[in-house]
């Protein structure tokens, strides 16, 4: 290996302008790709593949509630249910409908729903009127009504609690959870139905529902809506990088000011670091990749490692100098000769970590992907780019000679010698403390818990310096963004089906098996602790909901369920096919929501809807429902299947656990493999690998130990951490790993004492790198901690994470790997 590096550096050297042409070329058309880059931001989802997902795809496009989109109006007032706010939303519902952005995205059937609404209908419905029942009949109705009169009707409407549209959806949908049935409360809902529009236009009905419900109710209202949480929540991402991106820069040139004490250094690193992030900007453009808010960690990600490999290529060439090599290109080939390999294993180990998750949710892949492009980048770039750059400059300007201070960091020297110390004197207690204190935190990592929160994505409120700085407008919707979701999540019984399970019966569903299934599945649903109840019976939901509900208006409806009550129990067992088309002629909507007919006319699939208790544990719902699904999968001729967001979330979250777990597997079973290639090859040693990776795996237990004590949860952003560690911390263990052999082997060679060889080897080793592995971490602490600056939680968590990998890292690199270090030596490989 070593002849292939130096014959590459040979040609480098020596073939350096053409190299350069070459690179120039490639970064033109590479980073060209970066304008196809979309500027919009999406929220992460955590989307995974599973029966569950399909299922859901399933109900969405094959029942009639499945593909319309709710936007949620929230009116907040000292009294929301008194008759000067319900007149108010009454007349909101006229205007939402007639406005021509809004209007044309509707539903057909009852576009708008509120507690005015429902309450006149059923007013309305008590004097016997029946069908569609039109806003202006509605409005005009509730118009006639007193004060006194909804003071005291309104609760009896209240505590019906009817269905008001689809499953899962009542009157109490509309009011809090903890409302306790009296005209009285403080907020309420007004759902808005938009049909199946595409993304652009619900954004903009969202956007134009805000005027509205400002001018009729009040800025203490607002619209909560997915569209136009998406585009909040990227313009706030990108108001926060637009303070932060100047802000890195003037950091990061400060540090690289420090750390070379060279004007010429210092501009090639940031060129340097510009060429990886234009690489990486333009894979992102030429593949299509989408731009979400995870996906814009990489940068500050690669800022750190692009910096890493900088200072490690430009301090051995000045070691170099300093050793007599008193040419640039002579420094440069010997430098590079002698960190490539350390820095190829680096690239390789730490890609592997971000690789790991290929196989995970879009967002993870596609954040797995673009890292482990720019970390390749950073190798071309700082292993080719930037050395024939810096020797053809050097030569240009007459600089042969270049800089040959090595820009030591004294104080940092003499800390990083405790490490030494504690090798040469005990370095069996070392080891055993720090494994000790790794098995502790290896058990804190096992009871970190999952989350798949779908706020994690959604902005805190910025800080109040934010809205003054020139250039940044920030959104005053977007301030309250993350509190709105959690005032939504907290309130109300969410109307958008996050906390239902739906359970599918697809085959012969009208005939006996079919009816036995959904009965089944009534029966041992309703025995089940977690589902949520209405007027103190099971809140469950079934195609004979929908027939009950209408049955009392239509004859026919009546007599075709007795014609299907074979045994005489008041319940249909029979055929039901008559039932259903009797159903379906006066209320089509409402059983198309849970009873599917495709073209031919043929029924072939009903879903039975069982809301579940808020904060009800996911994965004892997902294992319970599935155990009902499997009794009334016994019925012949039917096949029955769970879906709905708590079984999906069930499945999000062992799918984190599976992926965190095939992170481990991978990025420790390629860094191993590569450590011990390595040094086997290079020095025949077969242990010199293990006791690099033994520090790096103490790193890790670090980072999940502190996620415990901290609270931090596995989630999208830190699903792959554990490969990312290992990654990262090869980066600075094998650099230490490789000079310690270097100067151990050349220290043999002079016959000098054993114990002096390995007290002088180790301090060579430890100070002489501890300097370049400092400033290394201190930039890529830097890189990656600007996060902790934004006010996106998972970005800010994301941060946190990484510079606790990268101050662990860091640490048991100086202070652990030598002990491992000293006792491999004594015992040999």
């Known amino acids: 290996m070593a002849n292939v590096i130096e014959r590459y550096v040979s040609v480098l050297m020596r073939r350096r302008r053409a190299v350069l042409v070459m690179l120039f070329a490639v970064t033109l058309l590479v980073g060209s790709g970066a304008t196809g880059i979309d500027s919009d931001l999406s929220v992460a989802q955590f989307d995974i593949e599973s029966d569950a997902v399909d299922d859901r795809v399933y109900v969405k496009e094959q029942f009639a509630t499945g593909s319309e989109t709710v936007s949620v109006v929230v009116v907040r007032d000292e009294n929301v249910l008194s008759q000067e706010s319900l007149a108010v939303t009454m007349a909101l519902h006229e205007t939402i409908r007639e406005n021509e952005t809004v209007g044309p995205t509707l539903t057909e059937t009852r576009p708008t729903i509120d507690t005015a609404t429902v309450f006149t209908e059923s007013v309305l419905r008590s004097l016997g009127s029946f069908g569609t029942l039109r806003l202006d009949d509605k ?16 609760p009896e409407t209240l505590e019906e609690d009817r269905p008001i549209f689809g499953p899962g959806t009542r009157v109490s949908t509309l009011l809090p959870t903890d409302h306790d049935g009296s005209a009285q409360a403080e907020t309420r809902l007004l759902l808005v139905r938009h049909d199946d529009i595409d993304d652009d236009e619900l954004l903009a009905a969202q956007r134009a529902l805000e005027p509205l419900v400002e001018e009729h109710v009040g800025n203490d209202s607002f619209v909560f809506g997915e569209a136009l949480v998406e585009q909040r929540a990227s313009d706030s991402t990108a108001a926060a990088f637009a303070v932060l991106g100047p802000l890195v820069l003037v950091l990061v040139v400060g540090l690289l000011a420090l750390a070379y004490r060279d004007l010429l250094d210092v501009a090639l690193g940031i060129f340097g670091i510009g060429v990886v992030l234009l690489w990486t900007a333009g894979f992102v453009g030429w593949t299509g990749i989408e731009m979400t808010q995870l996906l814009v960690a990489v940068p500050w990600l690669l800022l750190g490692l692009a910096i890493d490999y900088g200072l490690h290529v430009v301090m051995r060439s000045r070691e170099a100098r300093e050793a007599g090599h008193s040419t640039s290109t002579r420094a440069m080939s010997v430098g590079l000769a002698g960190v490539l390999v350390a820095l190829g294993v680096t690239t390789l180990t730490t890609a592997s970590g971000f690789l790991s998750g290929v196989y995970g949710p879009a967002p993870i892949r596609d954040f797995g992907v673009v890292a482990a492009f720019g970390i390749f980048a950073a190798l071309v770039v700082f292993g080719a780019f930037v050395p024939a750059l810096k020797v053809e400059l050097e030569n240009r300007l007459g600089r042969e000679g270049g800089r040959r201070s090595i820009g030591r960091i004294r104080p940092v020297e003499r800390i990083v010698r405790f490490g030494v110390i504690g090798a040469t004197r005990a370095p069996v207690v070392v080891v055993v403390v720090a494994l000790l204190l790794a098995g502790g935190g290896f058990y804190g990592g096992t009871q970190v818990d999952t989350s798949v929160d779908r706020t994690d994505f959604y902005p ?32 109300f019984a969410v109307a958008d089906g996050s906390e239902r399970v739906d359970v599918l019966v697809r085959g012969a569903v009208t005939n006996e098996s079919g009816v036995s299934a959904i009965h089944t599945i009534e029966r041992e649903s309703s025995a089940l602790d977690f589902v949520r109840t209405a007027n103190d019976e099971p809140d469950i939901y079934t195609p004979f909901s929908v027939v009950d509900r209408f049955e009392p208006f239509d004859d026919r409806i009546t007599d075709a369920l007795e014609a299907a009550d074979t045994t005489g129990d008041g319940q249909p067992d029979g055929d039901v096919t008559a039932v259903f088309d009797s159903t379906r002629d006066v209320g ?12 031919t006319g043929e029924y072939r699939a009903v879903r039975v809807v069982v809301p579940v208790e808020r904060g009800a544990d996911t994965q004892t719902v997902a294992t319970e429902m599935r155990s009902v699904a499997t009794i009334a999968d016994e019925n012949p001729g039917v096949t029955v299947t769970v879906t709905g967001e708590p079984i999906v979330t069930a499945d999000r979250q062992e799918a984190l656990l599976s992926l965190l777990v095939q992170s481990f597997i991978i990025t420790l079973s390629v860094t191993f493999a590569l450590l011990i290639a390595l040094f086997w ?27 415990y004590l901290a609270g931090l949860p596995y ?27 270097q100067e151990y082997t050349a220290d043999s060679q002079l016959g000098r ?3 002096d060889e390995l007290t002088s080897a180790l301090s060579r080793a430890v100070e002489d790198t501890g300097g370049t592995l400092f400033a290394s971490a201190a930039t890529t602490a830097v890189g990656v901690g600007v996060l902790l600056l934004t006010f996106i939680p998972s970005l800010q968590r994301f941060g946190f994470v990484m510079v606790l990998t990268v101050v662990y890292a860091f640490f048991v690199s100086v202070f652990v790997l030598p002990s491992l270090l000293a006792l491999q030596a004594r015992l040999g490989s």
């Open 460 to 491: 805190d409120e910025p800080p109040a310096w934010l809205s003054s700085v020139p250039g940044v407008e920030t959104d005053e919707q977007t301030e309250t963004l993350r509190d709105q979701a959690t005032f939504l999540d907290e309130r």
């Open 753 to 755: 004492d054993a114990e």
């Open 715 to 741: 989630n999208a952003e830190t699903a792959i951490i554990t490969g990312i560690a290992i990654g990262l911390g090869v980066d600075y263990a094998i650099h230490v790993s490789a000079r310690f052999q």
């Open 588 to 599: 089509e909507d409402e059983l198309s929501a849970v009873v599917y007919r495709d073209d």
């Open 681 to 707: 090859y290079r020095y025949r040693s077969l242990t010199l690998g293990l006791a690099t990776v033994i520090p790096v795996l103490c790193a890790l237990s670090g980072v999940l130990g502190t996620m």
């Open 139 to 154: 409005a005009r109705t509730f118009g006639t009504f007193t004060a006194e009169e909804i003071e005291t009707e309104l």
